[in-house]
């Protein structure tokens, strides 16, 4: 009877070094997936969860609209205004998309422009959800004083200005870096202060208003490209009233609500 002739396949190398090469290259593939797995989960996670500045000058609720998009009771908000450190919310939806929010102090501190540069430079975020508030901020209290701050209008507009320019100036700086266009929200809150007002406040916020505000954000598109920077501009009610209110507390629902929509399209999370 003839002998069957076992031969092994030339890819492989025979003997004991044959299998401690085939060993070590099986080794070294798995250590390779275990090097990138926490890279493609950290992609995942990023793709579901993208990370949003939330910038703005002091007073203007920043930190009050991130609590109503994380869906915190308005009773869990500090009435203090002017958070001196970075605030993270998280927006948890249905079919594991949401949102991380990084509410950046709006004070011109030391801490603010710290929470700038990572937001901004060390781990880009996102997107952008810039508060604004049509003038009407909550002023507030020199250092060392009690009671209530006082601003008029004018000023707190001014301040606004000052703030967005600072700002703009990461974003655009962002937006150059990156490979992938980059979304920028105007919110423009505190509607229910100003009701009769709100298309005039949205029309002043706005790219190619000819307003102060809108003569900034023509320059940061410039700046930018205005390929690799989109801009939206959205009315919003943190705080909804009673029957009385000028905004009700359904109405400021909707604003939220639509707000949050926006900002699920442009993470491509619709």
């Known amino acids: 009877m003839a002998r069957t002739s076992h031969r092994f396949p030339r890819s492989l190398p025979r003997g004991r070094t044959g299998r401690a090469a085939l060993g070590a290259t099986v080794a070294g593939g798995l250590l390779s997936a275990a090097a990138t797995a926490p890279e493609r989960v950290s992609q995942f996670f990023r793709r579901r969860y993208p990370t949003v500045a939330v910038t703005g000058m002091t007073g203007v609720g ?33 079919g594991l998309h949401g949102f991380r929010f990084l509410v950046v102090p709006g004070d011109n501190a030391a ?10 430079h060390d781990e880009p975020v996102d997107g952008v959800l ?12 020199a250092a060392g004083t009690t009671g209530a701050g006082s601003a008029t209008r004018e000023q707190q507009l001014a301040a ?13 700086s962002m937006a150059v870096r990156r490979d992938k266009p980059v979304w920028l929200v105007i919110a423009v809150s505190k509607v229910d202060l100003y009701p009769d007002d709100i298309d005039a406040a949205v029309h ?50 909707v604003l939220v609500d639509a707000l949050a929509v926006r900002l699920a399209q442009l993470s491509g999370h619709v």
């Open 111 to 120: 801490t603010r422009l710290g929470a700038l540069d990572e937001v901004f």
């Open 62 to 94: 920043k930190s009050q609209l991130a609590d109503r998009l994380a869906g915190r009771s308005p009773g869990s908000t500090t009435a203090d205004v002017g958070s001196a450190v970075m605030e993270r919310r998280t927006r948890r939806t249905s």
């Open 204 to 253: 002043y916020y706005s790219p190619g208003s000819g307003s102060p505000f809108g003569a900034k954000l023509d320059e940061l598109r410039a700046l930018a490209g205005g390929a690799r920077l989109s801009v939206d501009v959205l009315p919003v009610s943190s705080q909804g009233g009673d029957r009385n209110a000028a905004v009700s507390a359904k109405r400021s629902a």
């Open 160 to 172: 606004e200005l000052e703030d967005f320019a600072i700002t703009a100036h990461r974003v655009a």
């Open 130 to 141: 810039h508060v604004v508030a049509n003038g009407y901020a909550t002023a507030r209290r």
